[in-house]
């Protein structure tokens, strides 16, 4: 039985279609990273399964009880959503932001007893955020922010993280960090990883399994081995990319080639 | 073991407020002793409740100064906490009730409600808050609901104002003049109608400020990110729509009863933001506290100060206001 099942989702932005007849599951503990060119519906699917995006069609069940079942603070209990960025137009402190993550737990007046003040402090230990505690969101980097994030849905204490993108626009350190990071919660604290994201290499270094989206539909799931081959890449990116062996993790690893290359060389696009 | 060690948001809350309430407590003794007749020092005497009280002080503190510190409070504070409510909702620190066109959509409201002949309650206070909507939705509607965009949302106040303005002159000089006078002067913000029914209000804007304290923490969430506030259980739609609503109907009310003050609902959140930072679990109720001294002393400045008959607390906050206002659009536009 898996933690997520969805079975024949369509997704619609106004009259346009954007997912199509999708169906996959996550399983329990897994680390799950969709990927798939631009517009392929990957952030819109990962919404949809934060419950933020209405279904056309099909249905997702997260522990065997339709999403749509669920009141809104009972599935932010289960699912915490990662966004890219968080506004910081107010710039609260990160104690403050971290600590919000506790919403969905706490009773109408919504304030914070030792007991959350001590799981906050124990998800900024986790994302080596705690020296920020008392700084504001606006005087943060692009890496302290999103860890700020990751810590605040950690505060959450949901079973799944469902993550946007978490490593975009950041370095290769912080991009490492911030999977590593990742893949410690999933062994330590038994989360499953839910991921969108760009990043062929770190997505084949990472994930037990990838979604290959393609134009709202499903290319192909499995693991990174079976995803990840030359053939179905630049079929569905629609470029040529090189696949090889990464030799220290023994990963597929994805090189770009450039069209003039390609074409000299005669690797079928 | 920086957080567990630190204070709670509830410490923080209660000192706050406590600090605030003695500071509110002050500008009401204040504002109840000092005035045009009578010296500070008997007034003192009156209440603190030593040796022969004299009967027309007394008139003159509880009748007069008593209901008139009242309104002040109780417009100061609305006012305030709408100018906070408006600029979180439409994130931008410049919104104001007044800057926007809210109040004087209020104004056009009530003064078609005064010309109808209206009675204070229901009609005026009726009348005056579909003009505060009318005014919110044109708004809203103008500033292409883009969050991002601040300088339409102010054009489009502005404008919004300017309309306001014409159509309220208009109204004047198609009125009778015994209206016409009393009119004139109550847009310009006068505290000094006296009677009961200050406390009326008080009781009409008491619920709006609980009902917002209750929505702070999903006001707080909603402002790091709609998408994330929604995923972290806030209803955002319901919060957005009840703040704006309950936010509208207070300013309208005050407008109602004391007339066109501007720039309360911009100063005072203003500075508590530099000096308390971004929870609006902490910032809400000291808006209202703080607006409330605020109002108070202002009210007090207005009366002491040498005029020809009496000045209005509109003037005396929008002196304060408006150079606070200009300082923080050159300094946004760095």
């Known amino acids: 039985m898996s933690l997520i099942e969805v079975s024949g989702v369509s997704l619609r932005h106004g009259d346009r279609s954007v997912i199509r007849h999708v169906s996959v599951q996550v399983e329990r503990g897994e680390f799950f990273v969709i990927i798939g060119p631009n517009g392929a519906g990957k952030t819109t699917l990962l919404k949809a399964l934060a419950g933020l995006h209405p279904l056309a069609e099909g249905s997702i069940l997260v522990r065997q009880r339709l999403l749509s079942r669920y009141s809104r603070k009972e599935l932010a209990r289960i699912l915490a959503l990662v966004p890219q960025q968080i506004n910081a137009d107010f710039p609260f402190t990160v104690a403050e932001t971290v600590l919000m993550g506790r919403y969905p737990h706490l009773g109408w007046l919504a304030v914070e007893g030792e007991k959350d003040l001590r799981l906050a402090e124990q998800a900024m230990q986790f994302t080596e955020t705690i020296h920020l505690a008392d700084r504001r969101l606006n005087q943060l980097s692009g890496g302290e922010r999103q860890r700020?994030?990751?810590?605040?849905?950690?505060?959450?204490?949901?079973?799944?993280?469902?993550?946007?993108?978490?490593?975009?626009s950041l370095d290769p350190a912080h991009q490492l960090r911030i999977m590593d990071l990742m893949e410690r919660l999933r062994h330590e604290a038994q989360i499953t990883i839910v991921m969108v994201s760009h990043d062929l290499n770190l997505a084949s270094s990472y994930a037990d399994r990838l979604l290959l989206l393609k134009d709202g539909e499903v290319e192909k799931v499995g693991?990174?081995?079976?995803?990840?081959?030359?053939?179905?890449?630049?079929?569905?990116?629609?470029?040529?990319?090189?696949?090889?062996?990464?030799?220290?993790?023994?990963?597929?690893?994805?090189?770009?080639?450039?069209?003039?290359?390609?074409?000299?060389?005669?690797?079928?696009? | 073991m920086r957080i567990a060690g630190c204070n709670p948001v509830y410490k923080k809350l209660i000192s706050v407020t406590l600090l605030l309430s003695l500071l509110l407590l002050g500008t009401m003794v204040l504002g109840l002793t000092i005035g045009s007749s009578g010296d500070i020092g008997a007034a003192w005497r009156l209440l603190l409740g030593w040796g022969e009280a004299d009967a027309t002080l007394e008139v003159i503190v509880w009748q007069l100064r008593g209901p008139r510190v009242i309104l002040a409070a109780t417009v100061g504070a609305a006012l305030s906490l709408g100018g906070l409510v408006f600029q979180a909702l439409l994130r931008n620190p410049l919104a104001e009730p007044y800057i926007l066109g809210i109040s004087g959509g209020s104004a056009v409201g009530a003064i078609l409600g005064i010309l109808a002949g209206f009675s204070l309650f229901p009609g005026l206070a009726l009348s005056s808050f579909v003009g505060s909507l009318a005014v919110l939705s044109l708004v809203l509607l103008l500033s292409g609901r883009k969050e991002s965009n601040s300088d339409s949302l102010l054009l489009g106040g502005v404008m919004v104002n300017a309309f306001c303005g014409a159509i309220i002159m208009f109204l004047i000089s198609v009125s009778k003049t015994a209206q016409m006078q009393k009119i004139i002067f109550w847009l310009m913000g006068d505290l000094s109608s006296v009677g009961v029914d200050n406390l009326a209000l008080l009781l009409g804007v008491l619920p709006c400020f609980l009902l917002i304290f209750l929505l702070a923490q999903p006001l707080n969430l909603l402002l790091t990110g709609r998408e994330s506030a929604s995923a972290m259980g806030v209803n955002v739609a319901a919060v957005t729509f009840v703040l704006l609503l309950t936010a509208s109907l207070m300013v309208s009310l005050t407008v109602c009863f004391s007339g066109l003050i501007g720039f309360v609902g911009l100063t005072i959140p203003h500075v508590l933001r530099l000096v308390l930072g971004s929870d609006h679990r902490i910032l809400i109720p000291a808006s209202v506290l703080t607006g409330a001294s605020y109002l108070i002393l202002c009210d007090l400045l207005a009366r002491s100060l040498p005029s020809q008959g009496e000045m209005s607390v509109g003037i005396v906050t929008a002196l304060v206001g408006a150079p606070l206002f200009i300082c923080l659009l050159w300094r946004g536009r760095r």
Not at chain 1, 225 to 241: D, I
């Open chain 1, 223 to 269: 693991t990174p081995r079976q995803v990840l081959t030359g053939e179905q890449l630049s079929q569905s990116y629609g470029c040529t990319l090189l696949v090889d062996e990464n030799p220290l993790m023994g990963k597929p690893r994805v090189s770009l080639v450039s069209a003039k290359v390609a074409t000299n060389t005669g690797i079928p696009r």
């Open chain 1, 148 to 168: 700020v994030i990751i810590a605040r849905a950690i505060c959450q204490q949901s079973e799944v993280l469902l993550l946007d993108e978490p490593t975009a």
